[in-house]
């Protein structure tokens, strides 16, 4: 599976090297699976893959007036794609995105990856 790494700034590549070693083997009953050019940015499980990029820029659509929901205490705006949906933490001191094939709808893997985001990631201001 080839998954573009994020380039994270340099106070944040600590914290995304972090996050990605502190995340479960499974998310959503996936196993963690190869990824084609490694990154300690990156994580992937199943086939199609639920992906977790640390570092990633802030969403274009994400603005003061987006909606954020939250998942065991993190939070998160929410893109509809093509092909699934794009999840992106709100309110951390680092963004990081979660890519979620269609074929995982209506599941949720975020509830999986909320304890590693929520360790790893600081607030700096939760959703309200």
Same mark, same amino acid.
């Given at each position: 599976? /080839?998954?573009?790494?994020?380039?994270?700034?340099?106070? +944040?590549?600590?914290?995304?090297?972090?996050?990605?070693?502190?995340?479960?083997?499974?998310? /959503?009953?996936?196993?963690?699976?190869?990824? +084609?050019?490694?990154?300690?940015?990156?994580? +992937?499980?199943?086939?199609?893959?639920?992906?977790?990029?640390?570092?990633?820029?802030?969403?274009?659509?994400?603005?003061?007036?987006?909606?954020?929901?939250?998942?065991?205490? &993190?939070?998160?705006?929410?893109?509809?794609? +093509?092909?699934?949906?794009?999840?992106?933490?709100?309110?951390?001191? &680092?963004?990081?995105?979660?890519?979620?094939?269609?074929?995982?709808?209506?599941?949720?893997?975020?509830?999986?990856?909320?304890?590693?985001?929520?360790?790893?990631?600081?607030?700096?201001?939760?959703?309200?």
């Amino acid at each position: 599976m /080839d998954l573009t790494a994020p380039t994270p700034q340099a106070n +944040a590549r600590t914290i995304c090297r972090d996050l990605i070693s502190h995340t479960p083997d499974v998310v /959503d009953g996936q196993k963690r699976r190869e990824i +084609a050019h490694p990154s300690p940015y990156t994580a +992937a499980w199943g086939d199609p893959a639920i992906t977790l990029s640390c570092g990633v820029p802030k969403p274009e659509a994400l603005n003061a007036a987006s909606e954020c929901f939250e998942v065991n205490g &993190v939070g998160w705006f929410s893109e509809k794609q +093509a092909d699934g949906y794009r999840f992106t933490t709100i309110g951390r001191k &680092v963004y990081a995105q979660v890519m979620v094939p269609k074929k995982y709808v209506p599941s949720d893997p975020l509830v999986d990856l909320s304890k590693a985001i929520s360790d790893q990631l600081p607030v700096v201001q939760p959703c309200v």
